[in-house]
C-alpha cells in the first residue's frame, strides 16, 4: 500500500483508523474523506483532507486520481436506528455509496478495498448464541438489508473482475474519542460518558439484553491486521465474523459501578430494544481466527477501566 484513502474518515472508527494508519504509513499517505462534517484541527494538520460525497462517483474518482490511491478504507455509513428513522437516505448512502467505491476500485485497479460489515446483517432467525460465519441473514432493517448486500457485492467484485474487497462483521463498537450517532449500541459508549458526567444514565434497551461488543483498539486492529493478511490463506472475504467479548446492559452497568459506586442506570427501551433483539448475542469468530490470526485484546474490565480512565481526563 502507498496511498491510502478512508472516507467516513469523520465518523466514530474513521476518526481513529486515520490517526492509527497515519502513524503506521505516514500521515501524507493517508487521506481522510468526509461528506458534511468536518475534520478535527488535528485531523485536518496532520495530513491531506477532502470533502467526498460517495453518492457522487465522479467526486470520489477524482480524489483516487489526485492523490493516487491504491487501497480504500470505505466507512462511510448510515448507521442501524439512522437507517430505520430514514430507510431512503441508508439505501443510498450504504448500497449506492458502496457501489460506486467498488466501480472506482474496478476501473482503476486498486490494490485492496476494505469496508465493515455488521452483526446487523443477521436477522431473528439466526442462531444468537456462538452465531456462525455461515448462517441463515434474513435481517429485518434497512441497515442490515444493506450490509447483506454489501457483503455480496464485495464477494462478486472480488470472484468477478479480481478486485481484491476484504470485510469484517462488527459487533457494537465503544470508542473513548468519539461519540457515535444513530447506532443500537449506542447506550455501551453513552453509558461511560454519563456515569462520569451525572452518576447516571436512562438506557434504552432492557438490563437483559445481551449483545457482542468490541473496543475501539481491537476494531481498529481487526481491519489493519485483515488489510495485510495473505490472500492465499483467505476463504473468505468481505464476511468475517470478528467477536471480543459479549455482556448483557445490566453487566456493563456492574463493571461501571465496580469503579463508581453511586453509579445509576435505569432502562426505558424504546424502538431500538427490537433492533437489538434481531441480533446476535455472541458470534463464532474462528474463521477469522484461522485464517488471518484474529484475536482481540480487551474484555469487558479492562475496556472498563480503560474507558473510565481516559473519560475521566477528558471530560473534567
Known amino acids: 500500500m502507498k496511498n491510502i484513502l478512508v472516507t467516513g474518515a469523520c465518523g466514530q472508527i474513521g476518526s481513529e483508523l486515520v490517526e492509527k494508519l497515519r502513524e503506521k504509513y505516514g500521515n501524507e499517505n493517508v487521506v481522510a474523506a468526509g461528506h458534511k462534517t468536518p475534520p478535527t484541527e488535528k485531523m485536518r494538520k496532520a495530513g491531506p483532507f477532502e470533502f467526498v460525497d460517495a453518492l457522487k462517483k465522479d467526486e470520489l474518482e477524482k480524489t483516487v486520481v489526485t492523490y493516487d490511491i491504491d487501497t480504500i478504507y470505505h466507512m462511510g455509513a448510515i448507521l442501524s436506528a439512522a437507517s430505520e428513522q430514514n430507510p431512503q437516505l ?9 457501489y460506486n467505491v467498488l466501480e ?4 482503476h485497479n486498486l490494490e485492496r478495498i476494505i469496508v465493515p460489515s455488521s452483526i446487523g446483517a443477521f436477522g431473528p432467525d439466526t ?3 456462538n452465531t456462525p460465519n455461515e448462517t441463515i441473514m434474513r435481517p429485518t432493517t434497512m441497515y442490515g438489508v444493506c450490509k447483506v448486500t454489501g457483503e455480496l457485492l464485495g464477494n462478486y467484485y472480488f470472484y468477478k473482475y479480481g478486485l481484491d474487497v476484504r470485510g469484517v462483521r462488527f459487533p457494537g463498537i465503544i470508542s473513548s474519542e468519539t ?9 455501551a459508549v453513552a453509558i461511560y460518558y454519563e456515569a462520569i458526567k451525572n452518576k447516571r444514565y436512562i ?6 439484553t445481551v449483545l457482542p461488543m468490541m473496543y475501539m483498539p481491537d476494531a481498529i486492529k481487526a481491519l489493519m491486521d485483515l488489510v495485510e493478511a495473505d490472500i492465499s490463506k483467505l476463504k473468505h472475504h468481505c464476511d468475517f465474523n470478528v467477536n471480543a467479548m459479549s455482556f448483557s446492559a445490566g453487566e456493563l452497568a456492574a463493571s461501571i459501578k465496580e469503579h463508581t459506586p453511586e453509579f445509576i442506570c435505569e432502562y426505558k427501551p424504546d424502538y431500538r430494544q427490537e433492533i437489538a433483539d434481531s441480533w446476535p448475542r455472541s458470534l463464532d469468530d474462528s474463521a477469522a481466527r484461522d485464517e488471518w490470526g484474529w484475536k ?6 479492562a475496556m472498563t477501566k480503560d474507558m473510565l480512565e481516559k473519560l475521566s481526563k477528558k471530560l473534567k
Open 90 to 98: 441508508g439505501f443510498n448512502v450504504n448500497i449506492v455509496g458502496f
Open 127 to 129: 442462531p444468537k448464541d
Open 104 to 107: 472506482v476500485g474496478r476501473k
Open 179 to 187: 461519540l457515535p450517532t444513530g447506532g443500537t449500541t449506542d447506550y
Open 296 to 301: 482481540p485484546e480487551y474484555d469487558l474490565p
Open 203 to 208: 438506557c434504552f434497551v432492557r438490563e437483559d
